[in-house]
């Protein structure tokens, strides 16, 4: 999006900063009145004074964050406040991948936070895959504020080739005990019959602000298997948009979350069917602890001329304690006749039969309900077609019930 | 001693009195069968000697061993030595049966003061018992009871009392949903661990599993309460004759 684009937006302000012109950007924050944004209040960001977080120099960031795992046989891009940092990442990608930073380039999301990314993103970073056998990308982004809350804004494209295939696993990570805000967006175009497994962990400190917007356009006869796991952050949203642009395209985005204390996570997809023949399947499973919030809305579009279009859309959650709250917002806006969707929700508590069968066996309470929530998250990890990926996040997932006292929680 | 002593049990569901004054001894290495019609109380006594929530009890005792069971929660109860093999078992998504016997058995390992079972061990220990009950070993790789058939189920209920060789195990209408090739094979299961120092409730609408599993003693339960007790005899002649004289009797 080029600035004369935006001119009449609020956000053109912003822009101006970018020219030299200080302009506060968290005046213009979407509020509580936009629908869109009804579930995530982002008060606490606009109240939060940030400077812009230093891409390079004065960070002191010469290792990967605790709990960042070693992916064998991934090439490792690393980020630091959004800034590409070569001596952090693998020199090599391996045939057929190529990696750049450009100036920023155009995204096609218009939200709110697309254009303060727009606005203030110093440079994107570009992979562009193409050919057989690709060695898949470990894209670890990290945090790391200093002495001052920083906000920064990630921006990244990734095109795959007709007829290529790519595994990108991200790592969205930050330097214990600091306030940053992370705004990445993320363009992604899988050319005809390519094919894209992208997993993305967002384990941010409990300070942090994580505002994702990710667009993915999908040609005919691609394929899209997406799961978001969302497990740390003070604020998350994980905006996901996938446009289906040929016939023949699939996509399954799958997720699951865990959250406790006052960690908020807001999960927003849109599913957009404009071509006829295009498949969507959707789960999410999320759990929720202390004074968290968890979000989902899920939106599938399909439009009058998308005729055989097969979206599916389930959201479950459970209660580990009375003091969450969960919200689920689906939304079905079917044009086409000929065509078939379903979505589920449900929310509840770890079920008593489950657990007392368990404790039958003479596992103790704070036990049986570990492995109740281990297992019902599992359930949607279980989507996850790489065998060490699904391990990986089943970990990540263990060391998080390990981090709690779920026996405390019992209602 | 006796293994488990109930004495003069009273017991609600939601204000509703469904025992009424059950008294029952049960002795080392003894079967006891417990029989009656539908809603006389057979599945709340099970119930309430295994500790499921929303069973209230108004008086009496129960103990094991001499212990009162019903200050315990069901699962220093299950650590106890009892064992109740469900009617319908629960399905436990995303929780390989697997995983979930590791840790039931490591549980009970633990209180009893012996050392956990390690993965090598673990595994032969469940190729073994599950051979011996017919089951495929693959079986402990899918997800606990999901999408098992009744058949199943109630192999892998057996599979479970095998491995964590309760003193007291309580059968709830286990015959429920057999056919009679897998109601002699969880039968076969179910003698192979008759031992002196175990005992077994078997609670059963029918004869039928009396015929597979031969009981010591016979008690007809009706109105809640024991209305006879007979030899293994007593089964043979209800089914002859049916419950209609305890339910007159009774009321």
Known sequence: ?411 | MALLEIKNLHASVAGKEILKGITLSVEPGAVHAIMGPNGTGKSTLSNVIAGREGYDVTQGEVLLDGKNVLAMSPDERARAGIFLAFQYPVEIPGVTTSAFLKTALNAKRRAEGKTEVDAMEFLKLVKAKTAALGMPYDMIKRALNVGFSGGEKKRAEVLQMTLLEPRLAILDETDSGLDIDALKVVSDGVNALRAPDRAFLVITHYQRLLDYIVPDHVHVLAHGRIAASGGKDLALELEAEGYAKYLDTAA
């Open chain 1, 1 to 411: 999006m080029k600035p004369s684009e935006i001119i009449d937006h609020p956000f053109a302000g912003a822009y101006a900063k970018r020219l030299g012109v200080k302009t506060p950007w968290q005046g213009h924050l979407p509020g509580p009145k936009m629908e869109a944004w009804r579930f995530t209040p982002l008060r606490t960001l606009a109240n939060t004074p940030f400077v812009p977080a230093s891409a390079s120099a004065e960070v002191d960031v010469t290792e990967l964050p605790r709990g960042v795992p070693l992916i064998a046989g991934a090439a490792r891009l690393v980020l630091v406040n959004g800034a590409y940092r070569e001596d952090l990442s693998d020199a090599d990608f391996g045939p057929g991948v190529t990696i750049s930073t450009a100036e920023a380039f155009a995204s096609s999301s218009r939200s709110p936070l697309a254009l303060l990314n727009a606005a203030y993103a110093s440079a994107g970073v570009s992979i562009d895959a193409a050919g057989p056998g690709l060695r898949p990308i470990h894209l670890v982004s990290i945090g790391a504020a200093g002495a001052e809350p920083a906000a920064f804004h990630p921006r990244l494209r990734i095109t795959v080739a007709p007829g290529a295939s790519l595994t990108i696993i991200e790592s969205h990570v930050g330097l214990p005990g600091q306030t940053y805000f992370s705004n990445p967006v993320t363009e992604i175009a899988l050319a005809e019959n390519a094919n894209l497994r992208r997993y993305v962990s967002v384990a941010e400190d409990s300070e942090a602000f994580h505002l994702a917007t990710a667009t993915i356009s999908i040609a005919a006869g691609g394929s899209l298997e997406a799961f978001h796991l969302g497990l740390g952050g003070a604020l998350v949203r994980q905006d996901i948009t996938v446009r289906f642009a040929g016939r023949g395209a699939a996509a399954r985005l799958n997720g699951a979350y865990a959250l406790s204390g006052r960690s908020h996570h807001d999960f927003t997809t849109v599913m957009d069917h404009n071509v006829p023949d295009c498949r969507s399947s959707q789960v999410f499973k999320g759990v929720a602890d202390g004074d968290s919030h968890g979000v989902f809305q899920g939106r599938i579009h399909v439009a009058r001329d998308a005729q055989k279009t097969d979206a599916r859309q389930l959201h479950k959650a459970l209660f580990l304690s009375r003091g969450p709250e969960i919200d689920c917002k689906p939304e079905l806006e079917i044009y086409a006749d000929d065509v078939q969707c379903a979505h589920g929700a449900a929310t509840g508590e770890i079920d008593h039969d489950q657990l007392f069968y368990l404790m039958s066996r003479g596992i103790d309470p704070a036990t049986a309900r570990s492995l109740l929530v281990e297992g019902f998250l599992t359930e949607a990890v279980d989507e996850i077609s790489v065998p060490e990926v699904q391990a990986l996040f089943r970990d990540a997932i263990g060391a998080w019930l390990k981090s709690r006292d779920i026996a405390r929680a019992r209602p």
